[in-house]
């Protein structure tokens, strides 16, 4: 029970950290073009991974894993953070996180293929009006949004769950925390050149929110966090801890309105609390 608690507890924490990944996001590209801060977060983190891996002792993962280590940087260390802050040059904060309602959604898919199971029809009924809902509802606030940034989301939110869905399966080999760590070692080299590639000519003008939200998503967003959502995974288990996902829009949403004062319309609560429900389906019947 104290191993279920600690995992639960631990994958929370994870949610809450990820929570603030878009609203900071949004203030960061205020003053980054977003292949920098893609660029700049996966550096510091990866840095920061270095000290932690070396002060812990921890092996080098295994050849056979270096795939799956590629296929995590892909998602989670270049693809999602790249792609939203692409759409977040488009959209509002606010706007991206109902998008976050599918990423349970691509977990358990991805989930499914790597595990060669066979869910229930019903998965597949709430996995379309899930996602029909976001489209619907991206599709409805034309006047405040646009395309580009749609589906710069909905591809964050795919990288993303195969991101976590890889990482889930290589936590239990690994660790939790370990996969992170090596994921982004693995991205240092190619990520290091983007940022020397994409350097800014002058930081002149850059405000202190834009400092402190390239900050948070470099070492919270981007190592943190998932020290502790792959240590949660972990003990408590990736079907159950997993399913902390579905808060993650709720607290989003108040982040961006009471960090961003972006306006909350009751449209978005009433499609996010949908894609909520229709996620909470698919994972009851996969």
């Known amino acids: 029970m104290n191993s279920s608690f600690s995992g639960w507890g631990s994958g929370l924490l994870g949610v809450l950290i990820f929570s603030g990944s878009l609203p900071a996001t949004r203030v960061a590209v205020s003053g980054f073009d977003p292949y920098f801060l893609t660029a700049a977060r996966a550096v510091l983190a990866a840095v920061l991974a270095c000290l932690l891996l070396g002060l812990m002792k921890q092996r080098r993962p295994s050849v056979a894993d270096l795939k799956s280590l590629a296929i995590v940087a892909i998602g ?5 953070p790249l792609l939203t802050a692409l759409a977040l040059e488009h959209i509002t904060a606010a706007h991206s996180i109902v998008f976050i309602g599918l990423l349970p959604l691509t977990t358990a898919a991805f989930g ?3 595990g060669g199971e066979r869910p229930a029809p019903l998965f597949w009924f709430f996995s379309i009006l899930g996602s029909a809902a976001v489209v619907g509802f991206a599709l409805s606030r034309s006047s405040d949004t ?7 989301m909905l591809a964050a939110i795919v990288a993303c769950g195969l991101g976590y869905a890889e990482g889930a399966q290589l936590s239990r080999r690994l660790g939790g925390w370990q996969v992170i760590s090596w994921a982004l070692i693995l991205s240092l080299p190619f990520m290091a050149g983007l940022a020397a590639v994409t350097y800014p000519q002058s930081f002149a003008d ?6 402190l939200s390239l ?3 470099s070492v919270f967003s981007m190592l943190v966090g998932f020290v502790f959502w792959y240590r949660g995974l972990a003990i408590g288990g990736t079907a159950g801890v997993g399913q902390l996902q579905l ?7 108040i982040l961006a309105a009471v960090l961003l004062a972006e306006p909350i319309a009751p449209s978005m609560i009433a499609v996010t609390i949908l894609v909520v429900i229709c996620v909470a389906g698919a994972k009851r019947f996969a």
């Open 206 to 211: 850059l405000g202190l929110p834009v400092w």
């Open 112 to 114: 499914v293929i790597r």
């Open 215 to 217: 900050v948070y998503v």
């Open 247 to 253: 808060l993650q829009p709720f607290f989003g949403l």
């Open 76 to 80: 989670v260390v270049i693809g999602f």
């Open 146 to 152: 646009s395309l580009t940034g749609d589906v710069f």
